[in-house]
């Protein structure tokens, strides 16, 4: 499987965003999904992830009731809402694909990731 991020950009306070993760490879529709974030100088973190069919997702609690993960597998394609957006949430977002159905939220399980798409926030 190979991913490639996009929708990345430079966005105020309060913005939104939306970013989309095109796959490439037959399993897709039977991998789940995430997208985690890598702040500048820290740890990449989970932010969202979906399970193969999209009947399961999780969110990590700063970015509950504002994110929204979602995927297309008739388009091989994950989305990432994301809106009122925060300053720290500025950084690298990645996405990434498991080689199992369902959701887990350690990025060690994780085996394809995307190139990554820059985002900044601005205060």
């Known amino acids: 499987v190979q991913l490639q991020a996009s929708g990345g950009g430079l966005v105020q306070a309060g913005g939104s965003l939306r970013l989309s993760c095109a796959a490439s490879?037959?399993?897709?529709?039977?991998?789940?999904m995430a997208w985690f974030h890598q702040a500048p100088g820290k740890e990449r973190e989970v932010v969202a992830a979906?399970?193969?069919?999209?009947?399961?997702?999780y969110y990590a609690d700063s970015v509950k009731g504002r994110f929204t993960i979602s995927r297309d597998n008739a388009k091989n394609t994950v989305y990432l809402q994301m809106s009122s957006l925060k300053p720290e949430e500025t950084g690298v977002y990645y996405c990434?694909?498991?080689?199992?159905?369902?959701?887990?939220?350690?990025?060690?399980?994780?085996?394809?990731w995307g190139q990554g798409t820059q985002v900044t926030v601005s205060s």
């Open positions: 979906v399970s193969w069919n999209g009947g399961s997702t």
């Open positions: 990434a694909s498991r080689a199992r159905p369902g959701i887990e939220i350690r990025k060690d399980e994780y085996r394809y």
């Open positions: 490879g037959r399993s897709f529709s039977s991998y789940a």
